[in-house]
């Protein structure tokens, strides 16, 4: 199947012959389907007047169990982004009234986010549409090849994560 990324292997074989650009074959694909992953599941979140980010962070929140309260530290971590980040996406949640920052009980000076009875409602009801959304996305591979795809992106991002640092 000659595809885009195909196309462009072809044109580097025939200019520039002396350089193995077959990595282009794997990470062209990767950016490829990313982009396009992105734009499905932002399809699906909007359907629930969430974005991508939004939806990360109830959903991280939900998975934490009950209270469904996390540090905006812990939040940090677990969405691997930056505080700023954080910071912003808690305070569209906040607005929307799917999230309250109250004092840390554990800690006066820290902060506690807790999922509001109406974040614990949108973020259960997205979920299951999210889940079928995915399971659309990956039809086409049996689940061998889901299990071996996400065993082999596993060692791509470790191996980028070694690069950065």
Do not use: C
Not at 124 to 136: G, I, K, M, Q, S
């Amino acid at each position: 199947m000659e595809d885009q990324v195909t196309r462009i292997l072809n044109q580097w074989a025939a200019e520039r012959p002396d350089l193995d650009v077959s990595p282009m074959a794997v990470v062209g694909r990767i950016s490829r389907a990313a982009r396009k992953i992105d734009a499905v599941l932002a399809a699906t979140f909007a359907r629930h007047d969430l974005d991508a980010a939004s939806f990360d962070v109830l959903a991280t929140l939900r998975r934490s169990g009950e209270p469904y309260a996390l540090s905006p530290r812990e939040l940090t971590e677990t969405a691997m982004v930056t505080s700023a980040a954080i910071a912003q996406r808690l305070n569209r949640l906040e607005e929307k009234q799917l999230v309250t920052r109250t004092k840390d009980a554990k800690d006066g000076r820290g902060k506690q986010v807790t999922l509001t009875p109406a974040g614990l409602d949108l973020v259960n009801r997205a979920l299951p549409d999210h889940v079928d959304t995915e399971h659309t996305l990956l039809a086409g591979l049996s689940q061998p090849e889901r299990a071996q795809l996400a065993e082999l992106l596993a060692k791509v991002e470790q191996t980028a994560t070694d690069i950065r640092r």
